[in-house]
């Protein structure tokens, strides 16, 4: 039983040494091994390796994939015309000597940004300050994004090589500081607030001035109208009085008749309309007696 367990026991430890020794380095990474302390061997093809296992040998990773460092601080800068500007960049870059890296910058992929982050605002300060805010916002601003590469490729290449390869620089916003948009936009808003007032004035009077022409224009039509209709009334009063003339002239005693019907009909146009007369004192009711007159003589 105790040799089982010695076996056992003994297998573990292999397995675990074996464990320590061997170590997998990822197609997006450099394996770094370390040998007290001190640089053993840069790995840069993926696959399994070998090393010694700790405290004699150590490994640590590095990413050597393309990455991107996007600006944190919004502190503003000078233009060549002492305007205060905030600009937003980004760079891209990678790791491409490990050893240089890690001598030079530090273990890992924080430390170069920090310091490669410096290295781009101080460029950037320096390139905007001798070119004015048309310039930034103009085709003018791939000339500061080239200038700006140039300085902080020359800057990772110096005496000590950082190690690393700047690929891109890009500017994504320049604005100016938050005090100075607020009264361009305040500046803004009032032109045109003044535009939208002077905009509403004129169509003010402009509808007035549609407003009375059109009054103006109804007041003639509805003038000649009430003449072209009194001109045609009278013609028709004139050519019924004409007819009226023409057909009680044939006949007087009927249109005489005709006449009284009118007037019986006007009088008692209501139900309630009472008038008490003699009718044998008036010529008014001579057209509702004679009848009755001449049927008595005929008797």
Do not use: C, H
Request: proline share 3%; glycine share 4%; net charge positive.
């Amino acid at each position: 039983m105790n040799r089982v367990g010695f076996w056992i026991t003994s297998l573990l430890i292999a397995l675990a040494l074996a464990s320590s020794m061997l170590f997998v380095v990822d197609q997006r990474q450099f394996g770094v091994v370390y040998a007290l302390g001190q640089i053993k061997e840069v790995i840069t093809e993926p696959g399994l390796n070998f090393k010694l296992p700790p405290p004699l040998q150590n490994v640590s990773y590095i990413d050597k994939r393309l990455l991107t460092l996007d600006s944190s601080d919004t502190e503003s800068m000078l233009t060549a015309e002492k305007q205060r500007v905030v600009i937003d960049w980004y760079v891209r870059w990678r790791i491409s000597d490990p050893s240089a890296y890690i001598r030079n910058v530090g273990r890992d992929e924080a430390a170069g940004a920090m310091q490669l982050n410096r290295v781009v605002r101080n460029a950037f300060q320096e390139e905007v300050n001798r070119r004015t805010v048309r310039d930034l916002i103009s085709i003018k601003r791939d000339a500061l994004m080239a200038d700006v590469k140039r300085e902080v490729v020359e800057a990772v290449r110096g005496a000590k090589p950082w190690g690393i390869d700047v690929v891109d620089v890009r500017i994504t916003r320049v604005d100016y500081v938050e005090a100075i948009t607020e009264s361009v936009y305040r500046r803004m808003e009032a032109e045109r607030q003044r535009v939208a007032n002077e905009l509403r004035s004129t169509g003010i009077a402009e509808g007035e001035k549609i407003r009375a022409d059109a009054d103006k224009q109804r007041e003639v039509i509805v003038a000649n109208a009430y003449r072209d209709a009194q001109k045609v009334k009278g013609e028709g009063d004139a050519e019924a009085a004409r007819v009226y003339a023409e057909a009680f002239g044939r006949d007087p005693q009927f249109a005489q008749f005709y006449r009284s019907l009118d007037a019986y009909k006007n009088s008692f146009n209501k139900k309630s309309d009472v008038m008490v007369v003699d009718p044998s004192s008036t010529e008014f009711f001579k057209n509702f007696t004679a009848p009755v007159a001449g049927r008595a003589a005929k008797q």
